[in-house]
Every structure is written in structure tokens, then in C-alpha cells.
């Protein structure tokens, strides 16, 4: 467990700092020194606008980073956009997700190898065909329910059919007659619908992992969107024109909400 949860911390620590980095990631000091220095008389000043356009200040999220955080591990594109909640919620159910289907899988496979191995242990192809041609030489002709096949290896259909389908029921050592009964056919076909349960739940745990994604890739990108808006419409630095004394000084209008 230790393996797995010090590299988990790492990795959303990284996350946060880039969150906190991102938001000092910008080109304030050259713009700035623009606004000051730019100016070099003031003739060329008095000739620009009252206001200029307002600037961005503050750093803006990166999609690139944000969706390959997301693609990573779900939640982690959230964490980067600063919704700790919703990224541990997309983080958990990821991580249920997985661990659904690991439990499910093994357990359907473990059973899986159960049935395989009692069948070939009470089931016999060679009994199966025995009493399928005595059949045929006491009645003349093919039974009825004769609709199949087996396959020439032991395939998933092979263990299937020998279970599912009544004309090989007399191929169990407990039936000896062609539509005979047998409960180790009724025993073999409970183990096979069990493992059949586990293995449609872990189907299930991979669908949800992926919708899980989904979901998280679509949220990252629009929670980008909605920062970076935030940022524009709260962080603006503009260039004003003030009259000091007769003369034309540039000022600066700065405004900042946190």
C-alpha cells in the first residue's frame, strides 16, 4: 500500500505546485516596462488614446496540461484547475472502478477454471457419441433435438454447449441414456452463470471508468475555460493618461480580485 500511496502524493503535489506556478507564468514585467518605458517623450504619449486596452494580469490554465493531466488520471485536470472536491470524487470512482474490476475478474476467472476442470473430469465426449449412435441404431434415424456440434477444441463455445444444450446431457457420468437427467450438468451450469456474474460486473467496472473519464475530460476543459475568463474579467492592468502640473504622466490603473 505504502508503494502505492507515497507516489500518489508526489504526483498531486506536483499537480499544486504547477497550480500555484501557473498563476506567475506571465509576461508582466516586459509589458510593464512597455507601459513605463515606452514612452520616451511626451508628445508621443498625448498622441495615444485616453485608455488603452485593458491587459491580462495573473496567470491563465493551459489546456495542453490540463487534458493531459485529466488523460492521466481522472481528477487530476480538476486538482490543476484548483476543484480539489471534484477532482478526489473523479479520482475515487476511478479508483473504485479499478478495483471492481480486478475483484470481479479474478474472481470470475478463478471460477472459470473450476467448471473447465469438472467438466473435463465428469464429461465425456467419447460416452456422448456412444449413446448418441445407440440411439440412432434402436430408433433409425437422428434424435430431434440434434442441433449441434462440438467444436474439435476445447474452446469457450466447447465448455458453453456441453452445459447450455439437452443432447449433451448424456455425455455426464450420472446420465446414461440420451435425454436422461444429470445433476452434475445443473452443478456445472450454477458455476458457469456464477463466473458468468463476476465477469459482466468487471464489463460493467470498465464502462464506468470510461464514462468516468469522459466526464472528468469534458469538466477539465470547461473549468479552464472558466478560469481562464475568471482571470481576464478580474485581473486587468491599464495605461491612463493623468494631467499633473500641465503635463501628461502616464499612470497606471491596476485592478485585482481574489
Known amino acids: 500500500m505504502k508503494k502505492i500511496f507515497i507516489p500518489t502524493i508526489m504526483f498531486y503535489l506536483l499537480i499544486f505546485q504547477s497550480n500555484l506556478l501557473a498563476n506567475e507564468k506571465v509576461e508582466n514585467y516586459k509589458y510593464l516596462e512597455g507601459l513605463i518605458f515606452g514612452y520616451?517623450?511626451?508628445?508621443k504619449f498625448t498622441s495615444m488614446p485616453i485608455q488603452e486596452e485593458g491587459r491580462i494580469v495573473g496567470g491563465l490554465k493551459s489546456y495542453k496540461k490540463a487534458i493531459l493531466l485529466s488523460g492521466l488520471?481522472?481528477?487530476?485536470?480538476?486538482?490543476y484547475n484548483g476543484s480539489f472536491i471534484k477532482g478526489f470524487v473523479f479520482?475515487?470512482?476511478e479508483a473504485l472502478g479499478w478495483s471492481s474490476y480486478f475483484k470481479n475478474n479474478k474472481n470470475g476467472r478463478n471460477i472459470e477454471d473450476e467448471f473447465h476442470m469438472f467438466a473435463?473430469?465428469?464429461?465425456?465426449?467419447?460416452?456422448?457419441?456412444?449413446?448418441?449412435?445407440?440411439?440412432?441404431?434402436e430408433h433409425g434415424r437422428e434424435p430431434t433435438n440434434l442441433t449441434h456440434e462440438l467444436p474439435e477444441e476445447k474452446t469457450q463455445q466447447y465448455y458453453e454447449?456441453?452445459?447450455?444444450?439437452d443432447q449433451f446431457a448424456c455425455g455426464w457420468e450420472d446420465c446414461d441414456e440420451w435425454d436422461g437427467y444429470s445433476?452434475?450438468?445443473f452443478y456445472?451450469?450454477?458455476k458457469r452463470y456464477q463466473s458468468n456474474k463476476y465477469l459482466k460486473k468487471a464489463i460493467t467496472a470498465?464502462?464506468?471508468?470510461?464514462?468516468n473519464r469522459i466526464i472528468s475530460l469534458i469538466d477539465t476543459i470547461w473549468g479552464v475555460k472558466l478560469y481562464n475568463d475568471r482571470v481576464k474579467n478580474e485581473n486587468i492592468i491599464n495605461l491612463i493618461p493623468v494631467e499633473h502640473n500641465d503635463e501628461i504622466i502616464p499612470s497606471i490603473s491596476f485592478k485585482l480580485k481574489w
Open 120 to 137: 473435463d473430469t465428469h464429461w465425456s465426449e467419447v460416452k456422448y457419441l456412444n449413446i448418441l449412435e445407440n440411439y440412432e441404431l
Open 206 to 211: 470498465t464502462s464506468i471508468i470510461f464514462i
Open 40 to 43: 520616451s517623450s511626451v508628445n
Open 188 to 190: 456445472y451450469e450454477d
Open 161 to 165: 454447449m456441453i452445459g447450455k444444450y
Open 183 to 185: 445433476e452434475r450438468r
Open 91 to 93: 479520482i475515487g470512482i
Open 73 to 79: 488520471v481522472p481528477g487530476a485536470g480538476e486538482i
